[in-house]
């Protein structure tokens, strides 16, 4: 059934603040919604940090036209949500996820077939959950592709998005959040077992990223003074050393990194270098790029810049997730990189949203 106003906001954003805890996300990538009738939908906002939400803030969205049908501007991947509303009338909550292991096997443009892997896990997933074709994030083409793979499975209740993420779905939240969990543990499944002798130490870890990172601030002088180059360019508040299992693991080849997760083609680019681990400063801050911007050490991990302390650790978590991807490349899976056209086009509409979002916040 589906939710009135009233309920529909609580659970959309009870279901935010689970995203952020359980690490289902980083920072605002991601999105939940609620059917709230036959017309209409209830979804997070555009752009806005899930922890600070209130009941004004959801917008509610027409079926059809994909117009707010109240002040706000609504997740830019509300076509998507719309695309399985339509075509699922026993769908009421959306989640869309950027979980880790779900994300990296999306590189693959395979059905994962939970049958196969994780056979106790049907009741929740159904037997399949298939893998949408490519598309820009919240485009048309992306919400036309994860319904065409939900149409083609119709027992399914998640679907990957290829080099993107996932979409999990059901009749109310709580099963919605079952299938989310359920996939990542059938994902982690297929993963070990492509990945093999490349799967690093400490990849069931209980601690949190940051326990892998140094973080220094660009007002602390002695802070400051450890990566200078890194500092030096404009706009950098903030630079964090990590060494997170999966980053660790890739920087021990030694190889630059083909990008495979639009995440981390939004923030960087198409391409992160790696340096040798005693690299100078100099090198350092060339590497890194832009802002924000990373470069691997070999054998140590990656360094990483952003705005301030929270973009930074925004970017060692795609960055970790963006590793997981490319070690199935390096594993000999078929991966399927973020092709260059694309990742340059999602690197300037994300520089571009960033700067608009910052402004709104100053004004």
Avoid at 36 to 54: C, K, M, Q, V
Avoid at 73 to 91: C, I, N, W
Avoid at 266 to 287: D, F, N, T, W, Y
Wanted: hydrophobic share 45%; aromatic share 6%.
């Amino acid at each position: 059934m589906a939710y009135s106003r009233q309920d529909a906001a609580g659970k959309v954003l009870a279901a935010c603040r689970k995203l952020v805890s359980s690490g289902l996300i980083a920072r605002t990538w991601g999105n939940v919604s609620a059917r709230l009738d036959a017309d209409s939908f209830l979804i997070t906002p555009s752009g806005r940090a899930y922890e600070s939400l209130t009941p004004e803030d959801l917008v509610p969205v027409s079926l059809e036209t994909l117009k707010p049908l109240s002040e706000g501007r609504p997740s830019s991947e509300k076509g998507m949500h719309a695309v399985l509303y339509r075509q699922r009338p026993d769908v009421n909550f959306i989640v869309h996820t950027h979980q880790n292991y779900a994300s990296a096997l999306s590189i693959l443009g395979q059905d994962l077939s939970i049958a196969a892997v994780r056979p106790a896990l049907e009741p929740v997933l159904g037997q399949t959950v298939p893998t949408a074709a490519y598309g820009l994030s919240s485009t048309k083409t992306l919400a036309e592709n994860v319904g065409a793979a939900a149409q083609a499975v119709p027992a399914c209740r998640a679907v990957l998005m290829q080099n993107h993420g996932a979409v999990c779905f059901a009749e109310e939240d709580a099963a919605a959040f079952a299938v989310a969990e359920a996939l990542e543990e059938a994902s982690a499944e297929q993963y070990r077992r492509i990945v093999g002798s490349l799967l690093p130490d400490g990849a069931d870890r209980a601690e949190p990223d940051r326990y892998y990172y140094r973080v220094l601030h660009a007002e602390v002088c002695e802070q400051y003074a450890e990566h200078y180059a890194a500092f030096e360019k404009p706009g950098v508040g903030c630079v964090i050393d990590t060494a997170t299992p999966f980053v660790r693991k890739y920087s021990s080849l030694g190889v630059s990194m083909p990008v495979y997760i639009d995440d981390l083609a939004q923030m960087v680019g198409i391409r992160v270098s790696c340096l040798p681990a005693k690299a100078s400063e100099i090198a350092v801050g060339k590497a890194l790029g832009g802002v924000p911007g990373a470069v691997f050490l070999k054998g140590l991990g990656a360094v990483c810049r952003g705005r301030d302390e929270d973009d930074a650790a925004a970017l060692c978590m795609v960055l970790e997730k963006a590793a997981m991807a490319a070690l199935l490349a390096q594993a000999g899976a078929p991966a399927q990189r973020v092709l260059p056209a694309a990742g340059i086009l999602e690197h300037a509409i994300y520089l571009q949203k960033y700067s608009k979002l910052k402004n709104e916040r100053k004004g």
